[in-house]
């Protein structure tokens, strides 16, 4: 089996392996989706249990529009964060701030929306949040952006969808069903991925476009300039090549293994 088999398959036959190809990589992108956050207690919403099954999402167009559905919009974003506002980081989410602190992280793009990543202590410029964040709610119509606690507190005890002070719609800072990515975002995603040597997937099938797309992204015919090569064992130039891993249970053991 080859490096890069062994890690599209999770290789759950040898996380020792895994652990070794993390361990020699220099420039990281760690993609993270829903089942790294499970153990910090917030449910994958495409599991079986998940609240996707049992009640329909807002989309981003009756959102602008509808009162009713800024309502009930709010009303979920007010069970889910009476749930789990309070999630806490795991160990992935200090592993991958161990791996920055020691110089080797070269992005998170985290399909996720819990802000953990920024709680664990990933800086901001080595992290994207592709679907955006529950940590802030931002303005419909001007973009500012705030805490979301006292917006909370005032539909807990109104039950009126909060307005910015320029009378645009306030909504949490995430991309909600039906609305795009932000450019920028995926901009750095993409430069991210481009610029690592190595690519790994935890809790993620990978599944959810456009961003599952990222963590395989190269752009055509791109390479690294010749004199940044120099010096570059050759092992490490093959892994300029793997594709991400996936596989959360092996791939997260060995990512805390080689970040300690
Ligand atoms: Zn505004």
Redesign the pocket.
């Known amino acids: 089996m080859t490096d890069r088999e062994a890690i599209r398959q999770g290789d759950d036959s040898d996380p020792g392996r895994l652990a070794d190809l993390i361990a020699r990589a220099s420039r990281i992108l760690v993609f993270t989706g829903a089942g790294v956050s499970t153990a910090s207690g917030i449910p994958d919403y495409r599991g079986p249990h998940g609240v996707w099954t049992t009640r329909t999402s807002v989309l981003y167009e009756d959102f602008l529009r509808s009162d009713a559905a800024r309502r009930r919009y709010w009303q979920e974003k007010l069970e889910d964060r009476e749930q789990f506002g309070d999630a806490r980081p795991n160990a992935v989410h200090h592993a991958v701030v161990d791996l920055e602190r020691a110089g080797r992280l070269e992005m998170v793009v985290t399909q996720n929306v819990d802000g953990l990543h920024a709680a664990a202590g990933t800086s901001p410029r080595r992290l994207v949040e592709v679907h955006g964040t529950t940590r802030e709610v931002e303005?419909?119509?001007?973009?500012?952006r705030s805490d979301p606690a006292p917006h909370f507190a005032r539909f807990a005890a109104t039950g009126e969808p909060p307005r910015?002070?320029?009378?645009?719609y306030?909504k949490p800072a995430t991309v909600s069903f039906g609305q795009d990515l932000r450019p920028g975002d995926l901009a750095r995603a993409l430069a991210a991925a481009d610029r690592c040597d190595f690519a790994v997937a935890l809790g993620s099938t990978l599944s959810v476009q456009p961003a599952a797309s990222i963590p395989r992204h190269r752009q055509p015919g791109s390479h690294r300039p010749r004199s940044s090569r120099r010096g570059v064992p050759p092992h490490r130039r093959r892994r300029r090549r793997d594709l991400p891993g996936r596989g959360e249970g092996s791939a997260g053991t060995a990512l805390k293994g080689a970040a300690a």
């Open positions: 303005c419909q119509r001007c973009g500012a910015c002070d320029c009378g645009g306030l």
